[in-house]
């Protein structure tokens, strides 16, 4: 009932929160690997300040909850080379997938966004939505590399990469990604049927690549995460 499913969420955030936010030695994998061979602390102290600053903040911000919950993971020593992973909204074609992304924050960091890619693709083989392309691209307006309507452009002096984070949850990974593509409109019963079947075909490649292929080979880093 109700009070069993509200003891499980509760052991559920427990279990979570101490695994939301950790370093690792190093990326098994990591799109962005040439990034690497600068120094960890080139740049001005702005980026440098910047990335302390919000870094330190994550480990008590990151969405949390039964629905969708996101982790990160830091390479040692660096504050500009990130790991996340976020599970699937509940109510979407994404649900109980696990989707790992790359990010690289460069040297122009924050007067420019982050890098960022996702890696849980099928090698290569799935276009997870509209807006994350089967490459890795990830299309948002945040990122400077989404040119529709929505969410809102990068500022140097508001936008945080948090705010990334959300969007990729709550602008891509929606019950209906059919409709994210420019000049798809609601409101006809071809546009529902057509949504339907978009959706279907995301959904066995989540159970396919998000959810079978990362409990058989679990991402380095995010293991107890996928295990747990």
């Known amino acids: 009932g109700e009070l069993e499913k509200k003891k499980l969420e509760a052991h559920y955030k427990t279990e979570m929160k101490e695994l939301q936010f950790a370093e690792s030695e190093k990326f098994a994998q990591y799109h ?35 629905d969708a919950t996101v ?5 040692e020593d660096r504050m500009d080379a990130l790991q996340f992973m ?32 996702l890696s849980t693709t099928g090698k290569g083989s799935v276009r997870f939505n509209p807006n994350l392309y089967n490459n ?21 002096g508001t936008s945080t990469f948090l705010q990334v984070l959300l969007s990729i949850q709550s602008l891509i990974m929606i019950d209906t990604p059919y409709f994210n593509e420019p000049g798809y409109e609601r409101g006809t019963t071809a546009a529902t049927e057509a949504s339907f079947h978009y959706n279907v075909v995301i959904m066995i490649a989540c159970i396919k690549e998000a959810m079978i292929d990362q409990i058989r080979n679990p991402k380095k880093g995010f293991e107890e995460v996928t295990r747990k």
């Open 32 to 66: 962005y690997h040439d990034k690497l061979n600068t120094r960890a602390n080139n740049g001005n102290r702005q980026r440098l300040r910047r990335l302390g600053t919000e870094q330190a903040d994550l480990p008590h911000s990151l969405p949390l909850s039964w």
């Open 71 to 75: 982790w990160v993971r830091r390479l």
């Open 86 to 117: 976020i599970s699937g909204p509940v109510d979407t074609p994404y649900m109980n997938g696990l989707f790992l992304f790359d990010t690289y924050f460069t040297e122009e960091y924050p007067n420019q966004p982050p890098l960022v890619n």
């Open 136 to 156: 890795g691209k990830v299309c948002l307006s945040l990122l400077g590399t989404w040119s529709g309507q929505q969410g809102e452009s990068w500022s140097a």
